[in-house]
């Protein structure tokens, strides 16, 4: 597509509202995502590091 200035490209044709509001989503949905991801995999190591610590002390 072409604009004829920046604020014809941030308006997006009357569809800005749906646009930007779409890639907000998206980036909200993939931080949480992110943040929960490394959450578990923290949880996950805890887990591991002490079945063994547990493994090695029987």
Known sequence: MY???FS???QMGGYAL???GSYLVTIFVL?????LLRSRNKAL???LISE???SERN
């Open 8 to 10: 014809d490209f941030i």
């Open 3 to 5: 604009w004829s200035s």
């Open 31 to 35: 931080i949480i995502e992110i943040a």
């Open 45 to 47: 190591r805890k887990t």
């Open 18 to 20: 749906f646009v930007w």
């Open 52 to 54: 063994i610590r547990e």
